[in-house]
């Protein structure tokens, strides 16, 4: 089954002049048809302008992701980090028994960034992050396994404590085919560009939902 949802049937707030787009229940929004897929419990894309971000704030028992789209974050937490989130980096944080963050936009421009969490396997476990920047070049028309639920080889992918594997790819010529097998589930996203899927056109902002079995096939779409 192929589930396409497009960016405006998705719940977006703002708080204060910072801007979210959840694609799953968050926050002042909850909807128990969409409270979940699979492990994957929350997905947000955020717009900070400058100067503008979140206090201090606490976190538990989840695995999250972090990903800088556009512009430049700053990120304080209770794990003695101070890091400066660029484009293409990944921070991968396993909550556990809890830790607190404070964001931030560290640049003059808009600072677009996503956040998701999982379900962990484990619960309470020790809090850890880690985090890598990823080269555009190795995800030119190709599936690069950025974070993984499997044993990773050395280097590559970043490790965490769910049953699943997360991707980031560019499609620019190639187009990609990406098999779902049954019992499992994928999730897209598009984050900028338009993407044929298939014989629909799809814009940014919008995503797919996939259970299998299915065989998805992706390419790049011209502009309209």
């Known amino acids: ?28 929004y909850f909807d128990p048809r969409n409270a979940a897929f699979g492990s994957l419990l929350v997905f947000n894309d955020y717009r900070v302008p400058p100067a503008a971000g979140f206090k201090m704030h606490p976190h538990h028992n989840c695995e999250q992701l972090f990903f800088v789209v556009e512009g430049t974050q700053k990120c304080v937490d209770t794990l003695n980090n101070s890091l400066v989130l660029k484009p293409v980096t990944v921070q991968r944080v396993t909550a556990g028994t809890g830790y607190a963050r404070e964001t931030a936009n560290y640049g003059n421009s808009m600072l677009r960034f996503m ?17 890598r920047t990823f080269s555009p070049s190795l995800m030119a028309d190709h599936l690069l396994n950025v974070v993984s639920g499997r044993a990773p080889s050395k ?62 096939s992706l390419a790049a779409a011209p502009r309209a």
């Open 115 to 131: 956040s998701v969490r999982f379900q962990p396997r484990c619960l309470h476990t020790h809090p850890y992050h880690e985090m």
């Open 1 to 28: 089954m192929i589930d396409v949802i497009p960016l405006s049937a998705c719940h977006t707030e703002q708080y204060g002049t910072i801007s979210v787009t959840s694609l799953l229940s968050f926050n002042n």
């Open 155 to 216: 280097g590559l992918p970043l490790p965490f404590d769910v049953d699943a594997d997360v991707y980031l790819a560019s499609l620019e010529q190639t187009p990609l085919e990406h098999f779902v097998p049954a019992g499992s589930k994928t999730f897209i996203y598009v984050v900028s560009g338009r993407i044929r899927m298939d014989r629909q056109i799809l814009q940014p902002g919008d995503h797919v939902r996939v259970s299998g079995p299915e065989t998805v």
